[in-house]
């Protein structure tokens, strides 16, 4: 087990409405991860908070937003919810430190179903 | 042109064989460059960071190349249990890159 937990486990939206997603950090991490992954596709990068601040993208619009608290935890938050949002949602956390590597550890994930 | 790119496989091989996959990458900038495997609707889980010099872990050997932009995995000795989808990943600038996935199917 890696340490990293995720809720809910699944979750069902209907299209236009919005959804929170939660992630706690492996304990001593400070960096965490967010990624989409559709059924047969490797995971897509979303974007990364490194001491609560955002520090990298991926192409995402901006209805999807995070956050991530003092503790290291994160949310992530998505708007107007869209069909093709259904998908497995990972969180990681990672220990950052100066030249890397940045091994990530992934939480157990969150299944989002729009309809 | 996508930043990782993977043959998605199946790898079809036999108990005791030895397999390789190969990823390549479009950015020769990139910082790091690990191998993940997943399970069938599980989370990926981190099987070994891959260093300039190479590096081996039991059964398993991860290259790169940095001059041809691709990284490789090498798995001795298959075992049932290494029937899994292997990611490549790789890092720069902040931003992960994943590949989609090479499929192992390890048979008796």
């Known amino acids: 087990e890696t340490g990293v937990t995720q809720s809910p486990t699944h979750l069902i939206k209907t299209r236009g409405q919005q959804v929170t997603l939660r992630c706690s950090s492996q304990?001593?991490?400070?960096?965490v991860s967010w990624y989409q992954q559709a059924l047969g596709q490797g995971p897509q990068f979303i974007f990364q908070?490194?001491?609560?601040?955002?520090?990298g993208r991926g192409n995402f619009p901006p209805r999807f937003s995070g956050l991530q608290f003092p503790n290291y935890s994160s949310e992530l938050n998505v708007n107007a919810l869209e069909l093709d949002d259904s998908a497995l949602y990972l969180c990681?956390?990672?220990?950052?430190?100066?030249?890397?590597?940045?091994?990530?550890?992934f939480g157990p994930g969150t299944r989002l179903t729009v309809t | 042109r996508k930043e990782v790119e993977q043959d998605p496989g199946p790898f079809n091989v036999p108990e005791g064989a030895t397999v390789a996959f190969n990823c390549t990458y479009s950015?020769?900038?990139?910082?790091?460059f690990f191998w993940y495997r997943q399970d069938c609707r599980k989370e990926p889980k981190l099987l070994m960071s891959?260093?300039?010099s190479g590096n081996e872990d039991g059964r398993f050997t991860a290259q790169l190349n940095r001059a041809s932009q691709y990284i490789s995995l090498l798995i001795r000795d298959s075992k049932l249990s290494d029937s899994a989808t292997y990611l490549c990943v790789v890092y720069n600038f902040n931003k992960f890159y994943f590949g989609s996935g090479t499929k192992l199917n390890v048979k008796p």
């Open positions: 950015n020769s900038a990139s910082q790091s």
């Open positions: 304990s001593g991490h400070n960096t």
């Open positions: 891959v260093y300039s």
């Open positions: 908070y490194y001491r609560e601040e955002e520090n």
């Open positions: 990681a956390s990672s220990l950052a430190v100066r030249g890397g590597p940045y091994e990530q550890y």
